[in-house]
T-cell receptor, first 111, second 118 residues
């Protein structure tokens, strides 16, 4: 199967822009949709990006997703950072047998 | 309205059996896969496998196959995750989540905290 690799932690100041990478090892990042989830402490994950770059209703447009075939990776960008954006973020994809894979998660700190 | 509601927290001893549940509502239960995801204390999300309520087809992660069993009761729109012999390393939070054709988990249960300890 394949592996999704994320940085363990990132920090940035309020109002700035932060980008989380998700690198795929094994197969093409474009072969199957990539999703992103936000998880605050003690809560269930909530989807913030699906199908590479789509936002569920209610998710602010400060959150955006993309994929880059040249680097075989996906990215989640959060612009205009707010303290409420402090959370763990996970990328996720899957294979032809609906076997899902999660990245290891990135802890975002808004200083 | 959250369409997936899970059973409550459990405290068990190693070697005991356990069955936790995830009840769906508000959508056509038999048309979506339901997955189970583990989160060990302070760790990330691990996909365990999924079940299709329409025909009970299951697909397991190699990391969990043979140690857990997923099942469904269509009459009560509920999927189950069970262990016949728990280990201390099974402690964690178990989430169920609905898996769509686009490959994403669009709804998640609230999680079931499971503690396995002597």
């Amino acid at each position: 199967n394949f592996v999704l690799t994320q940085p363990r932690s990132l920090s940035e100041s309020p109002g700035k822009t932060l980008t989380i990478s998700c690198s795929r090892n094994g197969g093409s990042i474009a072969s199957h949709n990539v999703q992103w989830y936000q998880q605050r402490p003690g809560r269930s994950p909530t989807p913030i990006i699906y199908e590479d770059d789509q936002r569920p209703s209610g998710v602010p447009d400060r959150f955006s997703g993309s994929i880059d075939s040249s680097s075989n990776s996906a990215s989640l960008t959060i612009s205009g950072l707010k303290t409420e954006d402090e959370a763990d973020y996970y990328c996720q994809s899957y294979d032809d047998n609906n076997h899902a894979v999660f990245g290891g998660g990135t802890k975002v700190t808004v200083l | 309205e959250v369409p997936l509601v899970q059973s409550g927290a459990e405290v068990k001893k190693p070697g005991e059996s356990l069955k936790i549940s995830c009840k769906a509502s508000g959508y056509r239960f038999t048309s979506y896969w339901i997955a189970w995801v583990r989160q060990m204390p302070g760790k990330g999300l691990e996909w365990m496998g999924l079940i299709y309520p329409g025909d009970s087809e299951t697909r397991y992660s190699p990391s969990f196959e043979g140690h857990v069993t997923m099942s469904v009761d269509k009459s009560i729109s509920t999927v189950f995750l069970q262990w016949s012999s728990l280990r201390a390393s099974d402690s964690g939070i178990y989430f169920c989540a609905r898996f769509t054709r686009a490959g994403n988990f669009d709804y998640w249960g609230q999680g079931t905290l499971t503690t396995v300890s002597t």
